[in-house]
């Protein structure tokens, strides 16, 4: 496989393949949440941790709890790293969830709802999308930081059979845009990184690609569960579409 060329301060030294053209798009690795999923709002799922009814004065103070507890300085210091191994994630999230008094009994039931496939929605053009790339023979993985084994989550909502590589980074004990992750991801696939779009909503996660030599798209964050993303994008990038 090539790697991405030693660049100076006007550009790279040698003239490379990718330099003089990009080369086509053979794959297409994808980030789980806020790419393709993206997990029930956070009412939602406080009502469901809860059991019981939350009134709308109730439902705002523990959102703006939830709100305030992310510069609470426990919970920071909870977050660097928290993709490198499932205790970690958990951790850093059940952290989180905990420094809301009220929510502090429910942190963990929260963070399973995290792990439950029943509590992601795909996004509404996410199906029609992978299955269009897989249709023209185009090769698709995941990689994720994630605390968990995805794979449950796809094939809940019938969606895992279109991928042939699987990256999750606390497999890996490390996060993207480690270049270990994305080469994993190319190896599994049998592809070239220049061959290769990241499709992501992170700009320095997903983004990060580009230093492996792959392309990468960067999805604006958001996106409500279940709306469409926008990612007839990926197959216009893929020369699928004009």
């Known amino acids: 496989m090539t790697h991405a060329p030693v660049c100076g301060p006007e550009g790279p030294l040698r003239a490379t ?26 009412a939602d799922r406080v009502r469901a941790a809860l059991g019981r009814s939350v009134d709308g004065a109730e439902m705002e103070r523990l959102l703006d709890g939830l709100e305030a507890g992310l510069a609470d300085p426990e919970v920071v210091r909870a977050q660097p790293g928290r993709d490198v191994s499932s ?11 905990a420094s809301v008094p009220a929510l502090a009994p429910y942190a963990d039931a929260l963070y399973d709802q995290l792990r439950a496939p029943a509590h992601w929605v795909p996004y ?4 029609a999308t992978l299955e269009a790339l897989r249709d023209a023979g185009i090769a698709l993985g995941v990689v994720s930081d994630v605390g968990w084994d995805l794979r449950p989550t796809f094939a ?16 890996y004990d490390t996060e993207k845009p480690d270049p270990v992750l994305f080469g994993h991801a190319c190896g599994a696939l049998g592809v070239d990184p220049a061959e290769t779009l990241m499709v992501g909503d992170h700009p320095a ?12 798209y960067v999805l604006p964050a958001g996106a409500a569960p279940g709306a469409h993303r926008g990612l007839d994008a990926v197959l216009r990038l893929a020369g699928l579409r004009p």
Do not use: E, M, N
Request: aromatic share 14%; proline share 3%; hydrophobic share 40%.
């Open 156 to 171: 809940h909502h019938g969606l895992d059979h279109h991928f042939s590589a699987w990256v999750h980074s606390y497999a």
């Open 87 to 97: 205790k970690a994630h958990r951790h850093a999230f059940t952290t989180w969830y």
């Open 17 to 42: 393949a990718a330099a003089r053209g990009p080369l086509p798009v053979r794959a297409v690795l994808f980030d789980f949440s806020g790419t393709l999923f993206q997990i029930a709002s956070y």
């Open 124 to 127: 509404a053009d996410a199906g």
């Open 205 to 216: 996660k997903d983004g990060g690609a580009a230093g492996t030599g792959l392309r990468s």
